[in-house]
T-cell receptor
Framework: SQQGEEDPQALSIQEGENATMNCSYK?????LQWYRQNSGRGLVHLILIRSNEREKHSGRLRVTLDTSKKSSSLLITASRAADTASYFC???????????FGTGTRLQVFP | GAVVSQHPSRVICKSGTSVKIECRSL??????MFWYRQFPKKSLMLMAT?????????EQGVEKDKFLINHASLTLSTLTVTSAHPEDSSFYICSASGGARGNEQFFGPGTRLTVL
């Protein structure tokens, strides 16, 4: 399977704490994206990082990419109860428009 | 971001019947649409890629006669689950890309299919 792996599978934290999720993938990529999914809903695009970038910020989100290790991390700082959702990384297979999703991390933030 | 809709949002059907799910790009012309399937607490698995006016390309292990995909216009793709069985119960999500939006995929809200 080409599917990426994410860890942890589930993460529970208190409001105000930081949440870190990791993603590993298998093939060469052009870019890596992170998505959020509330239960039973569609995907919301959070951030895209290109293969020649190492770090990117967007508000409380910080994404890193290490192409030598084929891994990425998503850090959510100062978490809120509203951040409770599942988070997925997705990579594009080189020279295709397809997205390959990771297994996802279910984040629960307690108020 | 661009808006992609799906209809219906939920459908319950009897085993043996066929169900059609629509995916529409509301504010851009989508040359490519993707159909994904998601089991509870699992990730999205790509089922097929459809380009407007041509046959869909199915991923390995996806039965093309079971999951009929039509992409007849730049704003509409349909997925028909034929002769549905309980194991087809799942969350089906489409995405659209193309035109002025480039290669970025914009996702629909998903359709929950329950086959009794």
């Amino acid at each position: 399977s080409q599917q990426g792996e994410e860890d942890p599978q589930a993460l529970s934290i208190q409001e105000g704490e930081n949440a870190t999720m990791n993603c590993s993938y298998k093939t060469s990529i052009n870019n890596l994206q992170w998505y959020r999914q509330n239960s039973g809903r569609g995907l919301v695009h959070l951030i895209l990082i290109r293969s020649n970038e190492r770090e990117k910020h967007s508000g409380r989100l910080r994404v890193t990419l290490d192409t030598s290790k084929k891994s990425s991390s998503l850090l959510i700082t100062a978490s809120r109860a509203a951040d409770t959702a599942s988070y997925f990384c997705a990579t594009d297979a080189e020279n295709t428009d397809k997205l390959i999703f990771g297994t996802g991390t279910r984040l629960q933030v307690f108020p | 971001g661009a808006v992609v809709s799906q209809h219906p949002s939920r459908v319950i059907c009897k085993s043996g019947t066929s169900v059609k799910i629509e995916c529409r790009s509301l504010d851009f012309q989508a040359t490519t649409m993707f159909w994904y399937r998601q089991f509870p607490k699992k990730s999205l698995m790509l089922m097929a890629t459809s380009n407007e006016g041509s046959k869909a390309t199915y991923e390995q292990g996806v039965e093309k006669d079971k999951f009929l995909i039509n992409h007849a216009s730049l704003t509409l793709s349909t997925l028909t689950v034929t002769s549905a069985h309980p194991e087809d119960s799942s969350f089906y999500i489409c995405s659209a890309s193309g035109g002025a939006r480039g290669n970025e995929q914009f996702f629909g809200p998903g359709t929950r299919l329950t086959v009794l």
